[in-house]
């Protein structure tokens, strides 16, 4: 089955940064659009970054500038590097997958479970 198992959470200063890393299986992995995102209690899930099979990348604004997204199909991972994080970014980040990038943008099938990252003022 599909398994997508983040890390690389934790705590970061404001104007810090941290890589986020996403190890998937039970899929083919070259095959699936990947992407991020984030939730704060309480809060609506918030879509943060997307990655095609061919690597093009949708960012969303909040994030734009700051957040990178990208993929290697020779590991199975996907990856987020993170800089100038602001307390606003503190939340659980999620690795998500699904066929198509416009699906994952929109709600993807298939979760992680999450890792945490709390930006400190």
């Known amino acids: 089955q599909v398994q997508l198992v983040e890390s690389g959470g934790g705590l970061v200063q404001t104007g810090g940064s941290l890589r986020l890393s996403c190890a998937a299986s039970?899929?083919?992995?070259?095959?699936?659009?990947m992407g991020w995102y984030r939730r704060v209690p309480g809060k609506q899930r918030e879509w943060v970054a997307a990655?095609?099979?061919?690597?093009?990348?949708m960012y969303a604004d909040s994030v734009k500038g700051r957040f990178t997204i990208s993929r290697d199909n020779a590991k199975n991972s996907v990856y987020l590097q993170m800089n100038s994080l602001k307390p606003e970014d503190t939340a659980v980040y999620y690795c998500?997958?699904?066929?198509?990038?416009?699906?994952?943008?929109?709600?993807?099938?298939?979760w992680g479970r999450g890792t945490q990252v709390t930006v400190s003022s």
């Open positions: 998500v997958t699904d066929q198509e990038l416009a699906v994952v943008a929109r709600g993807a099938r298939y």
């Open positions: 039970g899929f083919i992995f070259s095959l699936n659009a």
């Open positions: 990655i095609s099979t061919g690597g093009s990348t």
